[in-house]
């Protein structure tokens, strides 16, 4: 059960669109579209950005989307504001019946 | 409007055992999985253990199986995750939150969390 390969760190400014990438392998995100993604501002408790790869909750914003090319899954927040400021966690479902964790990117709006 | 709230956390030795709660409000409990995630300092989420609305299935990580035990009380809304052996790299912030769909009996994402409570394991 290695954890998904997310980078430690991006940056962008106010209106500007990031890119974060979550890398994992053919037991986890290339078998299922079954990826989620957190966002979680410093002492709060995660909250679902966006479920089944693309999907997204009730009450979320669509400057956020989700994508996957094969084992890699992808989340794009546009029009970049300075409360998009967090943490953010990819999860996949895998073949072993549990959900795997990305490290965290910690998202700096400069 | 789901409420989560964690309880039960605090400081236990090494070897030591613990049980952290979460009680639930709003929600039709025992139709929905329950998961346990956690946060160690300065690393991301890892899920630890989930449990089907019945109570019948339990599926745990492989760095605590065999030593935590998840379990709940559908008549009391409550969800409970029992820490036995614990182990330094067990310390963190331990977080209770709630399948997104209604019947399943495993949890792929979680669209309510509570607020966490911490458990620190250290002499």
């Known amino acids: 059960q290695s954890a998904l390969t997310q980078p430690a760190s991006v940056s962008g400014s106010p209106g500007q669109s990031i890119t974060i990438s979550c890398t994992g392998t053919s037991s986890d995100i290339g078998a299922y579209n079954h990826v989620s993604w957190y966002q979680q501002h410093p002492g709060k408790a995660p909250k679902l950005m966006i479920y089944?790869?693309?999907d997204r909750p009730s009450g979320v914003s669509d400057r956020f989307s989700g994508s996957k090319s094969g084992n890699t899954a992808s989340l794009t927040i546009s029009q970049l504001q300075a409360e998009d400021e967090a943490d953010y966690h990819c999860?996949?479902?895998?073949?072993?019946?549990?959900?795997?964790f990305g490290g965290g990117t910690k998202l700096t709006v400069l | 409007e789901v409420q989560l709230l964690e309880s039960g956390g605090g400081l236990v030795q090494p070897g030591g055992s613990l049980t952290v709660s979460c009680v639930a409000s709003?929600?039709?409990?025992?139709?929905?999985?329950m998961t346990w995630v956690r946060r160690a300092p300065g690393k991301g989420l890892e899920w630890v253990s989930s449990?089907?609305?019945?109570?019948?299935?339990?599926y745990y990580a492989d760095s605590v199986k065999g030593r935590f035990a998840i379990s709940r009380n559908n008549a009391k809304n409550t969800l409970y995750l029992q820490v036995n052996t614990v182990r330094a790299e067990d310390t963190a912030i331990y977080y209770c939150?709630?399948?997104?769909?209604?019947?399943?009996?495993?949890?792929?994402?979680?669209?309510?969390w509570g607020q966490g409570i911490l458990v620190t394991v250290s002499s």
């Open positions: 709003g929600v039709t409990f025992s139709s929905y999985c």
């Open positions: 089944d790869v693309s």
């Open positions: 999860s996949s479902y895998t073949r072993s019946t549990t959900v795997v």
């Open positions: 449990i089907s609305g019945p109570g019948v299935d339990t």
């Open positions: 939150a709630k399948d997104r769909r209604y019947g399943y009996a495993f949890g792929r994402e979680f669209d309510f």
